[in-house]
């Protein structure tokens, strides 16, 4: 047996394969990771996998396996270690992504190590002791344990609109060493922190549907509709059948499709008095209504906006990794800063969707703290040849031409995960 830990086939070509993605990620991070084996992945992969991941006794490890049994042993005994564990057990994407970011910090920390005790080349390496091995594990396993929420909330993000059936074509380990240099980037966690305040986004976002004489089976009801009558109504007299056809009382099939929606057009204020707490809360809120755009399957465009409009960023419904990295890191990079002009904004976005850039009618969410006055004759105009509705969503601020011209109207009065929810709901 090549590793050390109890019950594990590693000539097995899944378990070799899983051992094969870690190493890999993690030399995406860090080239020296190659000078890993395969099996001491194999070994780290099922300690965060596996509930209870057992260990053989020393006198049965492998010759020339002793270092990875002291690393792997000294893992097993750490508090953080099974706090972790609280995001692996049998999370096969967690497990790969922690895993790899564990043993790129493990090779760094031994690095260190080893330089602290005046040692050089892979001679010194090899001879590293125990209490070196145990102090570079533990500084590890606290960097792990401060990404590993990270990871998660990524990877919940990821996962709505990916349900089962839906066709969906992300892997998160596709870039794992993207995900997971997202989840070291200090702003991204920050952002991370906040949209994590709103668990009940998942839950409240509901899916629309419509009545269709196809599609899925949600129940019965009575009516005369004889695409969607019950076979057992057919067995009736010919004379009782023709009084419930008349008085659309046949037993027939309730059925239902999901209801097509347009796209979400999300323009965002980054001007100078948005900088701080505000472009953060709406950073966020531009992640909440992605969210709920890949829940009911639409589009979502995204324009930042201070004296001129950003560059247009679309997430389409069936979303790639890159696309959602890239989505994410550019979040992050935006600062607050530059003059406001709310009325070329809007007027860009509905030429937009005049233009056939945005296909299906759009409802236009602008995020501001209001601090501009619009041309309400152009902007009215240019909504209803586009055959948009505005939606503004004003932060800790008001704006009357606005609230004039809006299909909704609201009013963020704390930036909490609960204002958050009602502009998703809304």
Partial sequence: MPGVLKGIKYDDPLTRYRGEKVLSIAKRLNREVGSLDLDLAVDIFY??????????????????????????????????????KNYT???????????????????????????????????????????????????????????SKTLKNIQKLLSIGNEPGTGSVFD????GDEVI???RNTDIKRLLEVISMVPQITHKVKRRIERSTKGELVGY??????????????????????????????LLYEKV?????????????????????????????????????????????????????????????RMKTSDTISLIKYLARVKGGG??????????????ITSGTIKGRS??????????RISETIVERKLKAANARLISVMILGENRDLRRLSHRYLRVLRLSGEEILKVVEA
């Fill in 89 to 147: 057990i049998a999370n096969t994407h967690m497990s790969t992504l922690i895993s790899a970011s564990f043993l790129e910090y493990v090779v760094n920390e031994l690095k260190n190590e080893v330089m602290q005790g005046g040692k050089e080349g892979e001679e010194g390496s090899e001879s590293i002791d125990r209490a070196s091995i145990s102090r570079a594990v533990k500084r590890a396993m606290e960097k792990v344990k401060e990404e």
């Fill in 221 to 250: 009801e009575l009516g005369s509709d004889l695409e969607r009558v019950v076979p057992t109504e057919l067995k009736l007299p010919k004379l009782y059948f023709r009084i419930k056809f008349v008085e659309s009382k046949l």
């Fill in 363 to 372: 409802d236009v969410i602008i995020i501001t703290d209001g601090e501009d």
């Fill in 172 to 175: 998160m380990e596709e870039s």
């Fill in 339 to 352: 003059g406001t002009d709310i009325t070329r904004a809007i007027v860009t976005a509905c030429d937009d």
């Fill in 181 to 183: 240099r997202l989840a």
């Fill in 47 to 84: 300690s965060f996998y596996l509930p209870f991941p057992v260990t053989v006794p020393l006198n049965k490890v492998p010759k020339g396996k002793e270092r990875n049994y002291y690393l792997v042993r000294e893992l097993l005994d750490l508090q953080d270690f099974h706090k972790v």
């Fill in 257 to 317: 499709l999901p209801k097509t929606l347009g796209p979400f057009y999300l323009l965002i204020d980054k001007s100078g008095s948005m900088e701080g707490e505000k472009i953060m809360w709406a950073k966020a809120t531009a992640i909440a209504l992605l969210m709920r755009a890949r829940k009911e399957n639409r589009d979502f465009y995204l324009r930042f906006f201070d004296g001129l409009p950003h560059p247009l960023i679309k997430v389409p419904r």
